[in-house]
């Protein structure tokens, strides 16, 4: 088994070979976290137990609320995820859970690829953290199930929280001061390592209430694939004696929105079309559309194109319906595999689609193992999120040694979830809408 966490003698196909010793579906188990004095206010209290329990309020006024749990196989598992910025009066329900889908590596000369989250122990290569690389947080000791080491106990999971520059700056002609905030982000992640790499995978809650995932590799090109031999892959080293292989990260999320604490939420796409002028007009015109999205989607980013999750039941003070709109990444679609060759997936919840391919579970007679062929026609009640940003890596000199940290994400952000900006400061609260200068 595995004798070491960081030893890089353990190759991919090594690992794969004892997967089978892990049982499916294994939920979390945690030690005590390490410090957690906050007093919970009532309405998260009944969520989850205190070891268990992500509370932050940042200094802008807003607070974060979680529950976390480590998964068997997905690693890090958000839950019962809300959002209260300064002047709401109950936190609000964002999404029911928040997870990794799968991190799907192809190498580029056809010998191998990998399913990193449900074949190769993502899960299981869980990494204890230093104090330094969780600047200012709390490291939490996570129990990892079915653990290969002795002691199960890893100190994984760091929460803490970080600048993120200006969230906005406003000196209107009549101001006679500055109106500028330095947004405040929480920031909540893990590292797994998987062969020669290393991934992080951070969330990002925002003051603002957006919310940005990515997933970061770093650690160090994978040893065993150098010199694919067709050629291919780029030369790292003196000369060009070895090549490293190119290969793409194809990273998958699952998200479950519960927007006010309903799953029963609405998808709507939009779409910008902008023409020349027509005769008489002084400039081009852009019309935008929106198309209600009642059934399983297989949807593809494009250039004026966005996607929305609109609450059933709740409304801002404005008395607009509450959204969280997808905002995608940058991303290099890998058309390899069926399950890869769409940006968008949105699914109807079943409780045993978790992963985006090599699924573990039987989801019912011909239903498949990967999310496209969950896109059915199922009239969509639940809508659940599957979002894929893939990163082709031809690696370079600068890749050894550590790997630099490459980046993939995406986010969502808040559209109409409270009437105004939340950080907006009492003086301009007045300013809703097409107000009228008071002078
Ligand atoms: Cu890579």
């Given at each position: ?7 890089k003698?353990?190759?991919r ?18 030690g ?80 191998i ?10 899960a ?13 947080g ?20 760091c929460t803490?929280t ?23 982000d ?9 062969g ?6 951070e ?20 040893w ?22 190119s ?17 029963k ?10 023409s ?12 935008t ?57 949105v ?12 699924n ?15 896109v ?20 370079r ?8 940290v ?10 109409d979830?409270t ?21």
């Amino acid at each position: 088994m595995r004798v070491n966490s960081n030893t890089k003698a353990r190759t991919r196909a090594a690992a794969g070979l004892t997967v089978a010793a892990l049982a499916a579906g294994a939920t979390a188990g945690a030690g005590p976290a390490t410090a957690q004095p906050k007093a919970a206010p009532a309405a998260a209290a009944a969520d989850c137990s205190a070891a268990y329990r992500i509370e932050q309020k940042l200094s802008s006024g807003t607070t974060w609320r979680m529950c976390w749990r480590y998964d068997g196989k997905a690693g890090l598992v958000l839950e019962k995820i809300s959002y209260q910025p300064k002047g709401e009066p109950k936190p609000i329900r964002v999404l029911n859970s928040a997870r990794l889908g799968q991190i799907h590596v192809p190498y580029d000369d056809g010998n191998i690829e990998y399913d990193d989250l449900t074949g190769f122990d993502f899960a299981q290569g869980l990494m204890n953290l230093a104090p330094g690389e969780c600047p200012g947080g709390t490291i939490k000791t996570v129990k990892v199930p079915d653990s290969w080491n002795e002691d199960p106990n890893v100190k994984g999971l760091c929460t803490t929280t970080r600048s993120r520059g200006h969230a906005y700056r406003m000196q209107g002609d009549t101001a006679n001061k500055v109106f500028q905030a330095q947004g405040k982000d929480l920031l909540v992640y893990t590292v797994n390592q998987v062969g020669w790499y290393e991934y992080m995978t951070e969330w990002r809650f925002q003051d603002d209430g957006a919310i940005t995932m990515n997933v970061g590799a770093t650690g160090s090109l994978s040893w065993d694939d150098y010199d694919a031999g067709d050629g291919r892959g780029w030369p790292i080293g003196k000369g060009a004696s070895a090549k490293s292989t190119s290969h793409s990260h194809n990273a998958f999320w699952r998200l479950d929105f519960a927007l006010d604490g309903s799953t029963k939420n609405r998808v709507e796409q939009y779409d910008s079309t902008v023409s020349a002028p027509t005769r008489g007009q002084r400039a081009p015109t852009t019309k935008t559309t929106r198309t209600k999205v009642t059934k399983e989607l297989a949807g593809d980013s494009k250039n004026y194109r966005w996607w929305r999750m609109v609450s059933a039941t709740g409304k801002n003070k404005d008395g607009h319906a509450r959204s969280y709109e997808i905002v995608p990444g940058p991303t290099t679609k890998y058309p390899g595999r069926s399950y890869t060759k769409r940006d968008l997936y949105v699914t109807q919840y079943n409780k045993c689609e978790l992963f985006a391919s090599h699924n573990p579970g039987n989801c019912g007679p011909g239903a498949g193992k990967s999310v496209d062929k969950w896109v059915n026609g199922q009239a969509l009640t639940h809508p659940v999120v599957w979002m894929n940003i893939g990163f082709h890596h031809i690696a370079r000199d600068e890749d050894q040694q550590p790997m630099p940290v490459h980046w993939q994400g995406f986010s969502i952000a808040p559209r109409d979830v409270t009437a105004m900006n939340p950080l907006t400061p009492a003086e301009l609260g007045w300013q809703n809408g097409h107000w009228q200068p008071r002078r």
